[in-house]
């Protein structure tokens, strides 16, 4: 089936809501899909555990939605794992879109800015949201954003870099607004409605040694930025081939079965939207699904 919208009688893979300055480019996600390609450790164990969660939803056909999906091959394993699920890829920026549109031509993309988001209410199932609301300034507003567009009852998962105060020329490079705190995106998450069904950390056991290196880079952050880059590039292809590393990743993704971790590199929060909202109604519909509909835009 090919995914995409119809607007006033044409389709269009990639629907397009416009865009403002991002704290992301084009050039960064090319550069971590270079780099990091799509096995580096940290991210295969990421993306297994946004599908477990996708996996809470439960029985039926349900609209699951990655916000921030740029290159990754997140949408491509919810596809695997959930073949039941109508997927929706969104993003900020429309370079990755397009070139995912062209990957997963069965899959529909909308670009939009998530502080503004165009969904109605209570619109979607799921939502995974990997490594994003760092990125944007207004990180309340953005959650906010998700907790509406979700069903009663449905599911997102969060992710986010761990500890305020390891904020260095990685963060710096790759536009951070900040790093988190679990009991502040647990915070956050309450105070616009969700209920937190599970907390937890990515990145246990390798934290000792993360720690170390954010410290040493953190005085490095009045380098020019070729110098960050360099360091950057060079510290994620380290991590990527690391076995040491690899082992360590896999190993908690084993053990965090059963366990919550106190603390690692990113934070982890499975939410639940609990109280009923209003239902979604549209004059857009995604192509193949008529009966699930998604709000309507003057041009593509």
Known sequence: ????????????????????????SDALAALHESLAG?????????????????????????????????????LEDLHRSLPHAHLIGADYLL???????????????LQFDLRKCPLPDACVDGVTCLNVLEHIDDDVAALGHIFRIIRPGGV??????????????????LMHHRRYKLGHLLTMAR???????????LGFFAYPGFWAVKKRNRRRLGLPPEDRERIVASQI?????????????????????????????RCIAILRKPAPTTGCASSVAMSGHPSRELPGHDGA
């Open 1 to 24: 089936m090919v995914g995409g919208f119809d607007v006033g009688g044409q389709r269009a893979r990639v629907l397009c809501c416009g865009s403002d300055v991002s704290n992301w």
């Open 38 to 74: 799509r096995r580096h450790p940290i991210d295969l164990a990421s993306r297994s555990l946004a599908v477990d969660s996708m996996r809470r939803i439960g029985e039926g056909h349900p609209i699951v939605i990655d916000l921030g999906c740029s290159l990754g091959p997140i």
């Open 95 to 109: 370079g990755p879109l397009e070139k995912q549109a062209e990957r997963l031509p069965e899959i529909p993309f």
């Open 156 to 173: 997102a998962h969060i992710e986010l870099p761990a500890g305020p105060g390891l904020y260095d020329i990685y963060d710096q490079y």
């Open 191 to 201: 105070r616009v409605g969700f209920v937190v069904e599970r907390a937890t950390h």
């Open 237 to 265: 292809q380290w991590t990527c081939s690391s076995r040491v590393f690899g082992a360590l990743v896999r190993l908690e993704l084993a053990l965090g079965r059963a366990l919550s971790y106190p603390w690692g590199i």
